[in-house]
């Protein structure tokens, strides 16, 4: 039976692993004990893996992916096994799968999504949020989320689809010279040919987003996966129905937003009342 180890050895990156195997594990319907058996390691190896105290092995990881058919994803997230600063712990296994997809669709009814922030938007929003962060911590986000937003222009590229509500943008986070700035930006995002983003009219009396923000990626081989964000915590959604019935929401509100060529004409008439 193969070990690992013993040595503890911890990091965000190591939990995001970890957090990654338990979710394949629980979607193939194992425990700990039965996938340990499948993988030929010990049951304490595996529940340390998953508990991100431990690293994983090359050989673990090609036996992982392979039984339980995770589609490449924890050979991606392997591949990123140190800390990234900056980011949000529950949200580093999601970062670091848009690292490797073709197409990602974003919701956003409580803030402009990360990959759409200017600088000074992403630094107002941080500051609102109790507890206030340090200086250090307040530039390693900033810098952790312009960042991201290189996404937008890698090569080979990624489709973009952005929906996001009226209500955040008439909120005007940060002032005014904050929200003109943050315009222009998103209408010049807008004219990117790999981005499509919609606004999601104030006055819409049918919303298939009720249940609040949600993400999804396809990943090379053309399979989905989900994402869904709450106060302080992030679920990655693996489940092939539950992750249809978030495209079945998103394919809605993509109807009951407005166009694309209306949203844009949209941005322009609030940058000119400003």
């Not at 049951?43 to 392979?66: K, L, N, Y």
């Not at 009219?201 to 923000?213: E, K, M, N, T």
Request: proline fraction near 6%; charged fraction near 25%; glycine fraction near 6%.
């Amino acid at each position: 039976m193969a070990s690992i180890s013993s040595a503890p050895e911890q990091s965000d990156s190591l939990k995001a692993f970890g957090a990654a195997l338990k979710v394949f594990r629980e979607r193939a319907l194992l425990t700990q004990e039965q996938l340990a058996e499948r993988l030929n390691y010990s049951i304490a190896s595996v529940a340390s893996i998953e508990q991100g105290r431990r690293m994983p092995t090359a050989h673990f990881i090609e036996r992982a992916e392979e039984s339980l058919d995770s589609f490449g994803v924890l050979r991606a997230v392997a591949r990123h096994v140190s800390r990234r600063p900056g980011l949000a712990a529950w949200f580093r296994l999601w970062a670091q799968l848009e690292a490797m997809a073709v197409s990602l669709c974003t919701y956003e009814c409580r803030v402009v999504p990360g990959l759409l922030q200017t600088e000074a938007y992403a630094r107002a929003v941080m500051l609102n949020v109790p507890p206030p962060p340090t200086e250090e911590e307040l530039e390693e986000r900033i810098t952790a989320r312009m960042e991201r937003q290189e996404l937008l222009t890698r090569k080979p590229p990624i489709a973009f689809s952005f929906i996001v509500d009226e209500s955040v943008l008439l909120r005007h986070t940060g002032g005014e010279g904050v929200t003109r700035e943050l315009l222009d930006h998103l209408i010049s995002r807008a004219e990117s040919w790999n981005v499509e983003l919609q606004i999601m009219p104030l006055r819409q009396p049918y919303h298939a987003g009720s249940d609040g923000p949600m993400q999804l990626l396809e990943t090379p081989d053309n399979r989905w996966l989900g994402y869904s964000e709450g106060q302080k915590t992030g679920q990655l959604i693996t489940d092939p129905k539950a992750v249809s019935v978030m495209q079945m929401r998103y394919a809605k509100m993509r109807s009951q937003a407005l166009s694309p060529a209306d949203s844009a004409a949209l941005l322009k008439r609030m940058r000119g009342a400003l």
